[in-house]
């Protein structure tokens, strides 16, 4: 094999498949039980490309099969222009993976890792050490390069753990929950690493916990549940798709959350999400005058209203819309 150049890319391949996913009726069972049923997916090169959907919707086990851990019962899908099965081998010269947990040797160090790791994948003597160098650079970790990675902090972890990622630079880059645990300026940190691997040309495919983050992230945005494609689209497009009739209602006295969420479902037919930070309680109202008939209920009943408001979907609000709730968004619902 030929060794990557310092740019820290693999020996050119042909660019003429203009995506970097194209599957068809993907399948994986378990037993009597299907985890992926059916999928279509077309991920277009260079974008960040986000997988949502419930704890056991089937995320992990198509992302699994996309990057040829599992193989597929059925259906057929190219990677980067390679048959997932038939040229598993090419696929894997053109991927990387970085999972939920980090996949470092905590005896060594930063630097340490990283040059284990350029040795592995063909760069020599000098050539290594200039490529651990780079990428500690440009993931903020030059400071740490010399210490144990057991003494890193959870986000120069997960941050070390995605530049042991690209050492060799991949078309797609795999990421499962890859800020599940950090704080939220580590969060910042790897929203920020992950933009600019965006930006270089790479495609990012991510599952994520986290709805803000493939609002703020994605480019496109596939919704599974069940094993099944539910939706797919942008932010923009699956808010507009689920409508912008919200209310957004905080009580004063939270002793009648539940009073009131029943109320509130049964009066507008939709289920209602209840905040977890709080006594507040969103649902789809459809229109105004529908939401101002559930507030005139909501008042008639004596339940004292410290603030109301409509508004458009949050991403958490399409995704219990699209799922039925799933416990892989943070708000518990009433449903009518």
Do not use: C
């Not at 004063?252 to 939709?270: I, K, M, S, V």
């Amino acid at each position: 094999m030929d060794a990557p150049d310092l740019a820290g890319r693999p020996p050119a391949v042909a660019d003429s498949v203009p995506l970097a996913v194209r599957a068809r009726g993907l399948v994986k069972s378990f037993g009597t039980m299907r985890a992926v049923d059916g999928i279509d997916l077309d991920v277009p090169r260079g974008v960040i490309f986000a997988i949502l959907g419930p704890n056991g919707a089937g995320k992990t086990t198509l992302m699994r099969m996309l990057a040829t851990l599992s193989r597929p019962d059925a259906g057929t899908a190219t990677v980067m222009g390679h048959d997932l099965v038939t040229d598993a081998h090419a696929v894997r010269g053109e991927i990387a993976m970085t999972g939920q947990f980090a996949s470092l040797d905590e005896d060594l160090t930063g630097r340490e890792n990283l040059l284990l790791l350029a040795r592995l994948w063909g760069f020599r003597g000098r050539a290594a050490g200039a490529r651990a160098d780079e990428l500690l650079a440009a993931f903020d970790l030059s400071d740490a390069a010399s210490k144990q990675v057991k003494d890193y902090s959870g986000g120069m972890r997960r941050r070390l753990d995605i530049a042991a990622s690209l050492v060799v630079t991949p078309g797609l880059l795999f990421l499962d929950e890859p800020t599940t645990g950090l704080d939220p300026k580590a969060r910042q940190d790897v929203w920020r690493m992950i933009r600019a691997l965006a930006a270089s040309g790479v495609t990012i495919l991510l599952t994520t916990q986290y709805l803000d983050e493939a609002d703020q992230l994605a480019a496109r945005i596939v919704v599974i549940d069940h094993g099944r494609k539910i939706a797919e689209g942008t932010s923009r497009e699956l808010k507009a798709a689920v409508g912008s009739g919200f209310l957004h209602v905080a009580l004063a006295d939270p002793a009648r959350l539940d009073a009131a969420a029943t109320l509130l479902a049964a009066r507008l037919g939709a289920v209602v999400q209840r905040s977890p930070e709080g006594a507040r309680l969103s649902v789809m109202a459809g229109s105004p005058q529908a939401a101002t008939e559930a507030l005139a209920a909501l008042i008639a009943a004596g339940i004292e209203l410290s603030d109301f408001s409509m508004a458009s979907p949050s991403l958490d609000e399409v995704f219990f819309a699209l799922t039925g709730g799933g416990d892989a968004a943070p708000a518990q619902e009433v449903r009518p």
